[in-house]
């Protein structure tokens, strides 16, 4: 049971580059999301997902894209990357309903250069 | 969205008890009250959560106020490995069950 797996772990971008952050869960959970971390501060919600086919934006969707065509799977698009999305991004799953654990995976150190 | 408010900061001495407050005045009935640390360089850990009634497990204590605006989660014996960030956060059914992060609580241990 690998729990919330992301890839890669580091990765440096040039401005204008695309890129895919992996994150696969092998929990059968339904409930996913992107979080971003900027130095200092708490986690921002970028986007989440209550079940395959299903997407939703969070607070800073701007400038990313998700989908989720498998329960496990909810890759995170990097679309033209800016200096600003320089972060550490976190991916998340948890089972239905309000009242349970959130799995977090180590994180993805993205630096855009 | 509902928020809640923490210190900044906390200090604590090693092996002495701790108590992390966190008000949420705007708390609806189904919101969940969650607790979460995140160590340096790592991935936010589940500490504990509740809904009405104190909870205890291995890890901490959690105490909701009776009105259920405020909550504390209790560290009996602070270590040296409990400093982290403690993030207190509602997660309710008309977000979507997201969890929103506020800035949390930097709880530093000195030996």
């Known amino acids: 049971n690998a729990g919330v797996t992301q890839t890669p772990k580091f990765q440096v971008l040039k401005t204008g580059q695309s890129m895919t952050l992996q994150c696969a869960q092998d929990?059968?959970?339904?409930?996913m999301s992107w979080y971003r971390q900027d130095p200092g501060m708490g986690l921002r919600l970028i986007h989440y997902s209550v079940g395959a086919g299903i997407t939703d934006q969070g607070e800073v969707p701007n400038g990313y894209n998700v989908s989720r065509s498998t329960t496990e799977d909810f890759p995170l698009r990097l679309l033209s990357a800016a200096p600003s999305q320089t972060s550490v991004y976190f991916c998340?799953?948890?089972?239905?309903?309000?009242?349970?654990?959130?799995?977090f995976g180590e994180g993805s150190w993205l630096t855009v250069v | 969205d509902a928020k809640t408010t923490q210190p900044n900061s906390m200090e604590s001495n090693e092996e002495e008890p701790v108590h992390l407050p966190c008000n949420h005045s705007?708390?609806?009935?189904?919101?969940?009250i969650h607790w979460y640390r995140q160590l340096p360089s790592q991935g936010p850990e589940y500490v504990i959560h509740?809904?009405?009634s104190n909870v205890n497990n291995r890890m901490a204590s959690l105490a909701i106020a009776e009105d259920r605006k405020s909550s504390t989660l209790i560290l009996h014996r602070a270590t040296l490995r409990d400093a982290a960030v403690y993030y207190c956060?509602?997660?309710?059914?008309?977000?979507?069950?997201?969890?929103?992060f506020g800035q949390g609580t930097e709880l530093s241990v000195k030996p």
């Open positions: 998340a799953s948890s089972p239905p309903g309000t009242g349970n654990t959130i799995y």
């Open positions: 705007t708390i609806s009935g189904t919101d969940y």
């Open positions: 956060i509602l997660r309710g059914y008309n977000q979507g069950g997201k969890l929103i």
């Open positions: 509740g809904l009405t």
């Open positions: 929990m059968n959970h339904e409930y």
